[in-house]
């Protein structure tokens, strides 16, 4: 296979714009609308200060659960399981407790 024909990206990643996730993106949006809009000017860079912080926790979050699976967490916790199973049967899940 020759290099033309490689994919230069990861298709699983969410879409970004300007390096932030839709809804990172949208926090930052709101955040200069409500600076934008507001009568008082003082509010409004308060308001935008609050989102930007938000908008670093929101990041540092997903950082930390990067790669987690929910369907995976219920069913190795609380033995929830929902359509196929394609996790390790319940046996060995007792051994790694």
């Given at each position: 296979?020759s290099?033309?024909?490689r994919?230069g990206?990861?298709?699983?990643?969410?879409?970004?714009?300007?390096?932030?996730?839709k809804d990172?993106?949208?926090?930052?949006?709101?955040?200069?609308a409500c600076?934008?809009f507001s009568?008082?000017?003082?509010?409004?860079?308060c308001?935008?200060g609050?989102c930007?912080?938000?908008?670093v926790v929101v990041?540092?979050?997903?950082?930390q659960i990067g790669?987690?699976?929910?369907?995976s967490?219920?069913?190795?916790?609380?033995g929830?399981e929902?359509?196929n199973p394609?996790l390790?049967?319940?046996?060995?899940?007792?051994?790694?407790?």
């Open positions: 296979m290099s033309k024909h994919i990206f990861n298709l699983d990643r969410p879409t970004k714009i300007m390096g932030l996730t990172e993106f949208a926090l930052l949006i709101f955040g200069l600076f934008m009568p008082n000017k003082t509010l409004g860079l308001l935008i609050i930007v912080v938000l908008l990041k540092r979050l997903k950082k790669g987690f699976n929910i369907k967490f219920l069913w190795w916790y609380f929830f929902g359509g394609t390790p049967p319940s046996h060995i899940r007792k051994w790694n407790k």
